[in-house]
């Protein structure tokens, strides 16, 4: 496991080490951007670790936009960039956040340059699942949540690689159900090129919701008709508090944990749970 030793991974994460398994690792991807992706990612694995969960946020997003919206900067030589490409563990990526039972491997900007090694490197789809072992198999992380970027690029396809499912956030707008026939297109590929053979959509997510205009309405009845049982009963709705919390470097339920964003945010964690097969967990009180 790396030169790391159960010392340091009680310290890394605030739970004592005890083995569990198996890991559940989801990607949270839309290659169409502004829906919400990493708002879901981030406030997601906040509410799952707020529940007890031990939860790994793993950036993989050259706009580092998830690593800024828990608090961190941007810091030359953090990001899975190396790893990714065979250098050193990405164990040694994780760090700790300002909220208990949740780490991240931070990104920046360098990330940009993983398409273009990747793509000439052996074993260039598999690369985020060889770098993620060391993790899961450490047994210190009940969720690994993976930020993609909103683009169908390698980091995103090594993402699909690495995933048990895929959470996909749509916007309550008539566009909302363009590009998911990419997403099917690929989860098909990988699936019969034998890279990822139980892939999947684990849940299609609404978000930017406001329920007094009949569009809205009518998108979620449009997509619930179209992905059945696949999508959320939880409807994230567009709140300017939600939109307000990552320039303080804060989840919602850290930020405004009374807002209806934070309590959208809550029971999408109770359904991620229940779709998990576990039972539901109750929110410790404040």
Partial sequence: MSNWSVQNL??????PFTLRVPTKVIAVANQKGGVGKTTTAVNLAACLAAVGKRVLLFDLDPQANATSGMGLEKTEGASAYHPLLGEG???????PTA???????????DLCGVDVELARSENHLLRVTMALKPVVDSGQ?????????????MLTLNAFAAAEGLLVPLQCEYYSLEGISMLHRLINQLREAGVNPALDIFGVLMTMYDGRTKL???VVSEVQQHFGAKVFQTLIPRSTRLAEAP???????????????AAA??????????????????????
């Fill in 99 to 109: 909220f208990e039972g949740l780490a991240i491997i931070p990104s920046e900007v």
């Fill in 247 to 261: 320039s303080f470097g804060k989840p919602i339920i850290h930020y405004d944990k009374y807002s209806a964003s």
């Fill in 265 to 286: 945010y809550e029971v999408l964690a109770q359904e991620v749970l229940a779709r998990l097969g576990e039972p539901p967990v109750a929110q410790p009180e404040s």
């Fill in 141 to 153: 992380f009940d969720l690994i949540i993976l930020d993609c970027p909103p683009s169908v690029g």
């Fill in 89 to 95: 563990s990405l164990l040694d990526k994780v760090k």
């Fill in 10 to 15: 009680e310290s890394l994460t605030g739970f």
């Fill in 216 to 218: 809205a309405q009518q």
